[in-house]
Each structure stands twice: as C-alpha cells, then as structure tokens.
C-alpha cells in the first residue's frame, strides 16, 4: 500500500500527523506534510486511512492494489 499527499491541496493542518505519526510528518521548511516511509504496512493500514479520512483538505491517496482509492 502506497500514501501520498498532494503538496498543491495540503495545508498543513498536521491532522495527519496526529493521526498517523509514524507514516506523516511536517517539512519544517514547507510547514506541509509529507510520508515519511513507503511501502505503509498492513499493520499501518487503519491509521493511514484514518488520516485520509480526516485530512480536511482531502489532501491523501492511497494506492492499493493497482487501484487508487479517493
């Protein structure tokens, strides 16, 4: 499972990075987020989609099976 964020739609909120710290975290010079590690784990699975879910800026993609999810 891949995670990205859209460095155009994010705006830096860090919801992601509560959600999710071990997979997110903010670019001190961007104050945007960022994913700090590929491929996400199954085990990091909930909380990746967590993170998407209460990304305000609906900024996250997963890629899973060759399929991307919204």
Do not use: W
């Not at 945007?32 to 996250?60: D, F, H, W």
């Amino acid at each position: 499972m891949q995670v990205r964020v859209d460095q155009k739609v994010c705006q830096g909120h860090g919801v992601c990075l509560m959600m999710a710290p071990g997979i997110f975290d903010i670019d001190d010079e961007t104050g945007l987020s960022y994913v700090m590690k590929q491929p996400v784990t199954e085990e990091e699975r909930r909380a990746a989609l967590a993170a998407r879910g209460n990304c305000p800026e609906r900024a996250i993609r997963i890629i899973d099976d060759d399929a991307e999810s919204p």
